[in-house]
């Protein structure tokens, strides 16, 4: 285990509350792609039963965070715990995942991926995801290959969502979804997870999920800049997420 000590005051966290409240630690979290820092220094404490935007700018580190959560690559410096744990096998339980690109055999039938995940998952819901399936208008006896991409998006979300996990964390969940659609994913999305249970979203989609945060983070050149209640930042700044967001990132 890296022995680490936090360095900045951009600390997310509700310590305060108890410590048993934290789902998610980073500490001092370094990741460098050869010469390039993506990642500097990151030190990031989420608390239990939030929706948490993580926003800022492509290139930003976003998704490089996202994967050295989820254990898809390792980091050079700190320490990341889950629900106290180290990243591992016991973590990977923990979390529910949504890439944002598509990777599910694009040949198989619905059904069959979601069999697939029943028995991958002990915490998967059958009945929970053919009910999503069915609200959105999705057959279960159809391929992924006949899907328009957004289409494609929405399974993979429902598979996401249909387990009783701890940690969600969805990258750009809506990327491919057409405006009529948002509001249903998001509906989905504050519905489907359990009481107690942490989403973490990344989105570039600011003023259609802001209505549903709890907590933003902003990230930018791999440093966090921002770790505010959504509510809070709103009433100190008179201005919506989004334009704090426009003004803080100039765009």
């Known amino acids: 285990m890296v022995k680490v000590s936090y360095k900045n005051q951009f600390t997310y966290n509700f310590i305060m509350r108890g410590m048993n409240n934290l789902l998610l630690e980073c500490k001092n979290v370094c990741k460098n792609y050869g010469r390039k820092e993506v990642l500097k220094d990151i030190n990031l404490s989420l608390s239990k039963g939030k929706i948490i935007g993580l926003l800022g700018k492509n290139g930003s580190g976003k998704t490089t965070l996202i994967k050295a959560i989820n254990g898809l690559l390792s980091i050079d ?30 040949h198989r039938k619905v059904k069959d991926i979601i069999d697939y995940f029943a028995d991958f998952y002990e915490d998967f819901d059958k009945d929970k995801a053919y009910k999503l399936l069915a609200d959105l208008d999705i057959r279960a006896e159809d391929k992924l290959a006949t899907m328009s991409k957004g289409m494609r998006e929405k399974v993979q979300l429902v598979l996401v969502m249909s387990r009783q996990a701890k940690l969600y964390i969805l990258d750009e969940p809506m990327g491919g979804v057409d405006p009529a659609t948002r ?26 999920i802001e209505r549903v945060l709890d907590e933003v983070v902003f990230i930018d050149n791999g440093k966090i800049t921002r ?22 990132f100039k765009c």
């Open 77 to 106: 410096n700190g320490q990341i715990l889950i629900d106290g744990k180290e990243i591992g096998i016991e973590t990977k339980k923990i979390i529910s995942y949504l890439p944002e690109r598509n990777y599910l055999n694009i």
């Open 183 to 208: 509001d249903y994913i998001l509906d989905t999305i504050l519905s489907g997870f359990n009481n107690g249970a942490t989403i973490l979203m990344s989105t570039h989609l600011i003023s259609d």
């Open 227 to 248: 770790c505010e209640s959504a509510d809070k930042l709103r009433k100190s700044t008179g201005k919506s997420i989004d334009e704090v967001f426009r003004e803080d």
